[in-house]
């Protein structure tokens, strides 16, 4: 594997590098700072970050820059080699890709947190390479009619990664192996994509708690009333959202009594295969981010643009449906909203009369064989 070693001090990881060098790893040692261009043009597989206690008036660690752009640029699993590892854990969540090593005369930690990221380390390779294949393959695909309907290179060149873009998201939605199975969370974009609010987004009340569920409401109105990047101007002044609830709250309001048996009989394979039930829409929980609930597509309320953000009474983006699942949510509502209402109708009726004109039928069909 390829260890990038990011350090302010690199005699001070000499033995650990050659100690790993030894055993057959590629090394190679940076200083803080130039971090972006040693892992462009290195590629590593892991970053071994030192991070250390920076000076107070700035009130943070030196070398959580060189983390940032590791997080940001080019993901890659990291181990934080430092005398104080837990310093980086204020900087961004526990994450299976970040590990942590004490630094110091004794490497077995460090060889360790090495040995235990080599599997997910295989499995990006695997992941980037598949990717890469699909967006040649797409590339290969857009090119010639990018060139014959553009005449400037610099026109062929936007929309050739645009198309390709757009079909390289098609591509790998297609390539399902069969018998695959999404897990429930796959139904999230998380964090949401865009800086525009869209159908399906996920809000939270800033100053909520991520485990309650009636602190969260689902975005309905249409995406493109919404845009407001690019100098546009939203077709809509509010935003129509439907508030969440817990799941029991949400089973007793369409009179399904939360039994096991009930559930177990009425809920999850016919309510879950079509997406929603009644006014009722379930929605899976995001580990550590959204809790399972449901989405009441009868208590609605509109949000003003100005009630999007971080401050006190305010809802900010947390996920969004990623497609099929966000038309899912505009055609839940639709079935609630569009419907027409219709009279009171004797249906015991009209269902005899329906069963004795197919009993007739049948009987003709029978007769003219």
Request: hydrophobic share 40%; charged share 25%; with cysteine.
């Amino acid at each position: 594997m390829k260890l990038l070693f990011i350090d302010d001090q690199p005699d001070s990881i000499a033995p650990a590098v050659r100690a790993l060098a030894a055993r057959g790893e590629e090394c190679q040692i940076s200083s803080f700072g130039n971090t972006e261009n040693n892992i462009n043009q290195f590629r590593p597989d892991i970053v071994v970050l030192d991070v250390l206690e920076g000076p107070p008036a700035e009130q943070r660690a030196t070398g959580l820059e060189d983390y940032d752009v590791v997080w940001n640029e080019r993901f890659c699993p990291v181990v934080v080699y430092s005398a104080q590892p837990e310093l980086a854990t204020e900087r961004h969540p526990l994450h299976p890709f970040v590990k942590s090593a004490q630094k110091g005369r004794d490497i077995s930690q460090l060889t360790g947190a090495i040995d235990e990221l080599r599997p997910n380390v295989e499995s990006l390779r695997d992941a980037e390479q598949h990717v890469q294949k699909q967006f040649a393959t797409a590339l290969r695909d857009v090119a010639p009619y990018a060139f014959e309907a553009f005449e400037t290179f610099e026109d062929k060149i936007r929309a050739i990664t645009r198309s390709a873009r757009r079909r390289l998201a098609a591509l790998m939605d297609a390539e399902f192996a069969p018998g695959e199975k999404l897990a429930p969370w796959e139904h999230y974009l998380h964090p949401p994509i865009g800086n525009d609010v869209q159908l399906g987004d996920i809000l939270m009340k800033a100053d909520g708690d991520k485990n309650e569920p009636t602190d969260f409401r689902i975005v309905l109105s249409p995406s493109c009333d919404l845009v407001a990047s690019g100098g546009r101007t939203p077709k809509v002044s509010r935003i129509l959202i439907a508030r969440c609830c817990t799941m029991l709250a949400g089973l007793k309001l369409i009179n399904l009594q939360p039994s096991k048996t009930s559930i177990g009989k009425r809920f999850p394979e016919p309510v879950l295969t079509q997406g929603y039930l009644e006014a009722l829409l379930p929605m899976p929980s995001l580990p550590g981010r959204l809790p399972c609930m449901a989405a009441n597509l009868r208590d609605l309320e509109l949000l003003g643009f100005d009630r999007l953000g971080n401050a006190a009474n305010q809802f900010r983006r947390v996920a969004s449906m990623d497609s099929p699942f966000r038309e899912l949510v505009s055609w839940s509502y639709l079935q609630v909203a569009g419907r027409p209402g219709l009279p009171d109708r004797d249906v015991e009726k009209w269902h005899e009369e329906i069963v004795a004109a197919c009993v007739k039928q049948e009987a003709k069909n029978n007769a003219a064989v």
